[in-house]
């Protein structure tokens, strides 16, 4: 069974522009969660998703934003970016409503200038 | 507000010894516990976990302590091996919901 895929893996952006992360979830999966890693900050909980729902936020602004289609496949979006961006996006999948046990992407790291 | 703190931002050990990786807690909430191990270029894999109605749990080389009166919870990895070299966050959940991770601490295992 393949993992869970994220694209892309490399992104440069510079500030102000918007930016679109996929995710595809491993097959079967519901829940789709994603995440900020930063150095010294560990992962922080952006969102989660759940049949094309979301089901938790965490403490991030407006800008960040995320959706889920039919397919389980989610897209996370960040407006107006900021030096402060810069960090490893990880997406994880579920295979049910339980998030306690997930299993990550490889990431998206992504570059502000 | 970090829930989850892992003080020890990184850990040197030398090979066939023990690695003891430390986390604590604040939310008396939390009913479960992971570490997941993570390399470069790759995302975490879940490594082990342990349940709050627990105090310990085992799986080969790696054990996980959990001392709810205090708040804390440990890794432990005996004997330690090169392959263990990786950075480890410990997470905590309850209800099945979002996870919640320290910040991570940076094994090295010296031969």
């Known amino acids: 069974k393949a993992g869970v895929t994220q694209t892309p893996r490399y992104l440069i952006k510079t500030r102000g522009q918007q930016v679109t992360l996929s995710c595809s979830p491993i097959s079967g999966h519901r829940s789709v969660s994603w995440y900020q890693q930063t150095p010294g900050q560990g992962l922080q909980f952006l969102f989660e998703y759940f049949s094309e729902t979301q089901r938790n936020k965490g403490n991030f602004p407006g800008r960040f934003s995320g959706r889920q289609f039919s397919n389980s496949r989610s897209e996370m979006n960040v407006s107006t970016l900021e030096l402060g961006d810069s960090a490893l996006y990880l997406c994880a999948s579920s295979p049910g409503m339980r998030t306690d046990t997930q299993y990550f992407g490889p990431g998206t790291r992504l570059t502000v200038l | 507000d970090q829930q989850v703190k892992q003080n020890s931002p990184s850990l040197s050990v030398q090979e066939g010894r023990i690695s003891i990786l430390n986390c604590d807690y604040t939310n008396s909430m939390f009913d479960y516990f992971l570490w997941y191990k993570k390399y470069p270029a790759e995302g975490p894999t879940f490594l082990i976990s342990?349940?709050?109605?627990?105090d310990k749990n085992e799986d080969g080389r790696f054990t996980v302590f959990l001392n709810k009166s205090a708040k804390h919870l440990s890794l432990h990895i005996v004997p330690s091996q090169p392959g263990d070299s990786a950075v480890y966050f410990c997470a905590a959940t309850w209800g099945a919901q979002k996870l919640v991770f320290g910040q991570g601490t940076r094994l090295t295992i010296n031969p």
């Open positions: 342990i349940s709050s109605i627990k």
